[in-house]
């Protein structure tokens, strides 16, 4: 059975119940104070499976189910059949790891938080651009954009908003999910590196 759409009905299920459980929010929640000074690491993994709303976690699982497949298969020629594996570990590394910055730069701020699979998903994204940069990705489902110009985009306007802050949105986590997810599959092997500049610049 493909992990991708167990992972994603499992946090609708989850994030759907937490809709009419606050509770759930309060205890499961990313919150840097309770991670760092009460020890509760859990907040690490199981924000990724909550949202703000239908509409947060209607995109979030669109966005991961259109590239997670993809991600599968391009693991699954480069791991040797293992390409289900590898996505799981990459949503779930990611989901951490887009987490540090905001980890240790909110840690003292009681009031901070924040739910939601947006680093992973960005992850999942970037991995999917590393292995084929000028696939074609739609901007708000209508604009054709190649995938590296839509990333190089991306990055940018993700690190300008978390430095303005001015909305409710991870920024911080758009963006240092999306790095990880363009070098999670050279750090397992190196040599994909290659791979990716001889697709983007296929006259090397």
């Given at each position: ?68 497949n ?41 009031y ?21 940069p ?70 090397i």
């Amino acid at each position: 059975m493909n992990v991708l759409v167990i992972l994603i009905a499992v946090i609708v299920v989850i994030s759907a119940t937490a809709f009419s459980q606050p509770q759930i929010f309060n205890k499961y929640k990313f919150s840097p104070y309770q991670i760092m000074h009460r020890k509760e690491y859990i907040r690490l993994l199981s924000h990724g499976f909550l949202h703000g709303s239908w509409t947060h976690l209607l995109v979030n699982m669109f966005v991961l189910y259109s590239f997670g497949n993809a991600v599968i298969f391009y693991f699954d020629s480069v791991f040797q059949g293992r390409g289900q594996v590898m996505f799981l570990i990459l949503f779930f590394a990611a989901l951490i790891f887009s987490s540090l910055y905001s980890l240790f730069k909110e840690k003292d701020n009681v009031y901070y938080s924040a739910v939601g699979a947006s680093g992973a998903v960005s992850a999942v994204l970037f991995t999917s651009i590393f292995f084929a940069p000028y696939s074609l990705l739609y901007l708000f489902a209508i604009v054709p954009i190649p995938g590296i110009v839509f990333g190089v985009a991306y990055l940018i306007y993700t690190k300008v908003m978390a430095q303005k802050n001015i909305d409710n949105i991870g920024h911080d986590a758009h963006f240092w999910g999306a790095v990880f997810g363009f070098v999670f599959p050279i750090i397992y092997k190196p040599s994909l590196f290659m791979h990716f500049i001889r697709e983007l610049l296929p006259f090397i």
